[in-house]
C-alpha cells in the first residue's frame, strides 16, 4: 500500500510541475511564435498608434517614407543611400541581426536599441524596415513588439523620435 501511495503522489506532483512548466514557458513560447497578441503586445501597440503622424517612430517603420523622400527630392532611393553610407547589402546585415535578435529564450533588446541608434536617420530607418519586410515577410515594427517589454519599446521610440526627419 505504501507504493501505491508513493505512486499517486509521484503522479500528482508530476501533473502539478507540468500545468506551471506549461503556464510560465510553453505557453508563453507558443504565443510568441503564433504571433498570438496577448495585453503586453496591445500595451504596445497603443503606444505606437498613440504617435502622431510627425512622430520619428512613424516614419521610420513606413516603408515607403524612404521612397517618398527620395522622390521629393528628385533623386533615386539608393543614390540617397550610398550617400550616407549605405548600401543593400549593409540593410541586409542589419535586417538579418534584428530578426536573429529574438531569441527562443533570451532576446538581445540591447543589439536591437544599438542597431536603430545606429542610423543618421529615419530615412535610413525606414530602408531597414522595408529591407526587412522584403526579407522577411513581417513587419518590422510588430516582429520588435513580439518580444520587446512595453518599457524597451518605449526606449526604441525615444531613440526613433531623436533621428532626423529628411
Known amino acids: 500500500m505504501n507504493i501505491e501511495k508513493i505512486n499517486i503522489q509521484n503522479s500528482i506532483g508530476i501533473a502539478i510541475l507540468a500545468v506551471i512548466a506549461y503556464l510560465l514557458f510553453l505557453k508563453p513560447l507558443f504565443k510568441r511564435i503564433t504571433g498570438e497578441q496577448d495585453d503586453e503586445t496591445s500595451v504596445l501597440k497603443?503606444?505606437?498608434?498613440?504617435?502622431t503622424s510627425k512622430s520619428g517612430v512613424t516614419k521610420a517603420f513606413d516603408t515607403l517614407y524612404f521612397a517618398k523622400?527620395?522622390?521629393?527630392?528628385?533623386?533615386?532611393?539608393?543614390?540617397?543611400?550610398?550617400?550616407y553610407g549605405y548600401k543593400a547589402d549593409?540593410?541586409?546585415?542589419?535586417?538579418?541581426?534584428?530578426?536573429?535578435?529574438?531569441?527562443?529564450?533570451?532576446?538581445?533588446?540591447?543589439?536591437?536599441?544599438?542597431?536603430f541608434s545606429s542610423l543618421p536617420n529615419l530615412f535610413v530607418a525606414s530602408a531597414l524596415a522595408f529591407t526587412f519586410k522584403q526579407t522577411y515577410k513581417r513587419d518590422l515594427q510588430?516582429?520588435?513588439?513580439?518580444?520587446?517589454?512595453?518599457?524597451e519599446y518605449r526606449q526604441l521610440v525615444k531613440i526613433l523620435n531623436n533621428k532626423k526627419a529628411l
Open 69 to 83: 523622400v527620395a522622390n521629393d527630392k528628385g533623386k533615386k532611393p539608393t543614390e540617397m543611400l550610398k550617400a
Open 142 to 151: 510588430s516582429f520588435l513588439q513580439s518580444f520587446l517589454n512595453e518599457k
Open 46 to 51: 497603443g503606444i505606437s498608434k498613440g504617435s
Open 90 to 115: 549593409k540593410l541586409i546585415q542589419l535586417a538579418n541581426a534584428l530578426y536573429d535578435a529574438k531569441g527562443i529564450v533570451n532576446d538581445d533588446e540591447t543589439l536591437v536599441f544599438n542597431v
